[in-house]
């Protein structure tokens, strides 16, 4: 005896119901134009990116593009490219926010400037440069140095990160995509960008972008 073989006449139609109210409402998801969260294929099939490939920040950017688009390939040579993600700049700060009456900070705050804009092959500048900022504030003491270095380097690099993120979604955005696939009527770089890579890690020495804390008010980076 199968598990249905005992059901009731009441039990198919209420069965046949449930399933007609799924396919009605699947249909009507589709004529709004809903889709699952997942890629969003970018209208170029190559790209350059002047943000290093062997720094953290180049590879998360990288990794986070072909996420979005698989079937966008990056490429090492401009020429080869459809379009360019040119960085324009990526700074980070660390400002005071905070001191005891000592003249010890208590608590810094973490800026993360970055700047970039999008142009197609011939230069027609796709997305105009655009600067996305990130603000964190995170509490200092003095005597664990050490160890507030490295915090203050794990909450940069989790900017950087949700940064990542932030610029994919304006490649990814609507109105970007419609502007590459018209891009005959957009206006031309007046100077060509940089292409150099730029990295965005420490220095050789191992010092980060933002310097070093400071122990006495008036002195912080800014």
Not at 3 to 27: E, H, K, N
Not at 144 to 173: G, L
């Amino acid at each position: 005896m199968t598990p249905f073989s005992c059901q009731t006449p009441r039990d198919a139609a209420l069965r046949r119901i449930a399933l007609l109210v799924l396919l009605t409402g699947c249909m009507l998801l589709a004529a709004c134009g809903f889709r699952l969260k997942g890629a969003t294929p970018l209208p170029f099939d190559t790209l350059y990116t002047n943000i290093a490939e062997n720094s953290a920040f180049g590879t998360a950017m990288r990794r986070a593009i072909v996420a979005a688009s698989p079937n966008t390939r990056i490429v090492s040579d401009p020429a080869e490219a459809e379009a360019r993600l040119i960085q324009l700049s990526n700074n980070e700060r660390l400002r005071q926010l905070s001191i005891d009456p000592d003249g010890r900070v208590e608590e810094y705050e973490l800026n993360l400037e970055f700047v970039f804009q999008l142009v197609d092959a011939a230069g027609h500048i796709i997305l105009p440069p655009t600067v996305l900022r990130a603000t964190r504030e995170l509490p200092y003491d003095d005597t664990m140095v050490q160890a507030k270095q490295s915090e203050i380097t794990a909450v940069f690099q989790q900017m950087q990160q949700a940064m990542v993120d932030r610029v994919v979604r304006h490649m990814t955005a609507p109105d970007v995509i419609a502007a590459f696939r018209d891009a005959d009527k957009l206006p031309l770089e007046e100077t060509p960008s940089d292409l150099t890579p730029v990295s965005n890690d420490p220095s050789p020495t191992g010092t980060p972008k933002w310097g070093t804390p400071s122990l006495n008010p008036g002195h912080g980076m800014r």
